[in-house]
């Protein structure tokens, strides 16, 4: 090589990988579940969403027309009366979900269609739970 050359650069770079389009399956309902820090200090938000599973298998909405997919969401901007659950798209915000909560939650509204008007401190703009505010427009 002499002194007026340069070493060979490679300047191609390499091709982008295909981009794959997620699936998700159908589903009647999207649970979301606050578990940010400011929800709850105790953990109580996560535990809550790691007991959904077992709970959705026995209720029957793990499959078919009653699925109901589950989701955490790091904050809704609602930091009080943790931990905060909404369902979609019925744009009901639920707060208090404790254990005991969540399965009337479970019982009443994801499986029968019925609000749990106590423990609703949001409901969609027509207020019949079938639709409204995104859960995640929070403020």
């Known amino acids: 090589m002499s002194e007026t050359s340069s070493p060979s650069v490679n300047t191609t770079a390499p091709a982008p990988a295909e981009v794959v389009k997620p699936k998700i399956g159908s589903y009647r309902r999207h649970l979301l579940i ?3 820090p400011r929800c709850t ?5 996560q535990a809550l969403f790691d007991s959904l599973g077992p709970k959705f298998k026995a209720a029957g909405l793990d499959a078919g027309d009653l699925r109901v997919k589950r ?3 790091g904050c809704f901007a609602a930091c ?3 931990p905060i659950v909404c369902v979609q798209p019925d744009g009901t915000w639920y707060y ?3 254990e005991a909560n969540m399965d009337r ?3 009443n509204h994801l499986v029968h269609g019925e609000v749990v008007a106590d423990l ?3 409901q969609g703009p027509d207020g019949s739970g079938e639709s409204g505010k995104s859960c995640g ?3």
């Open 137 to 139: 427009d929070a403020a």
């Open 71 to 73: 989701s955490r969401v």
């Open 105 to 107: 939650i479970i019982h």
């Open 41 to 45: 200090q105790d953990g109580q938000s």
């Open 80 to 82: 009080k009366g943790g």
């Open 96 to 98: 208090n979900v404790t």
């Open 34 to 36: 606050c578990t940010g």
């Open 120 to 122: 609703v401190f949001h």
